[in-house]
């Protein structure tokens, strides 16, 4: 079991900076895969990016952040981030933590909602033009 905390989210302007935050507390196993996802009003969940705790494989981004936002994860802390740069007003949504146990067969994260167990209540991001 995990329960996942985020912070840092905030009314920005576009072109600005922002690092979320998602605290981890509990059992590290539960937190083996670990994601970022986001909702706007009146959209689906989408999940925005992704890596395995061990960093064995290459972590995973949306077409839409690729190369302005940035997964990262201490373990030491058991806390994972998500760097965002160059922000821009569809970025607009709540954004949530999530995590899951290592499953057989499945090698690397993924980006997918229905593959994680475990989420945070979100923290809500806000990108004006």
């Known amino acids: 079991q995990v329960r996942l905390v985020e912070s840092g989210g905030d009314s920005v302007q576009a072109g600005e900076s922002l690092r979320l935050s998602c605290a981890a507390i509990g059992s590290p196993f539960s937190a083996h895969y670990m994601g970022w996802f986001r909702q706007a009003p009146g959209k689906e969940r989408e999940g925005v990016a992704c890596?395995?705790?061990?960093?064995?494989?290459?972590?995973s981004y949306a077409d839409s952040v690729e190369g302005r936002f940035t997964i990262s994860k201490d373990n030491d802390k058991n806390t994972l981030y998500l760097q965002m740069n160059n922000l821009k007003p569809e970025d607009t949504a709540m954004y949530y933590c999530?995590?899951?146990?290592?499953?057989?067969?499945?090698?690397?994260?993924?980006?997918?909602?229905?593959?994680?167990?475990?989420w945070g209540r979100g923290t809500p991001v806000t990108v004006s033009s």
């Open positions: 890596l395995r705790s061990d960093a064995a494989y290459n972590n």
């Open positions: 999530a995590a899951d146990r290592p499953r057989l067969g499945r090698l690397r994260c993924t980006r997918d909602v229905a593959d994680y167990s475990y």
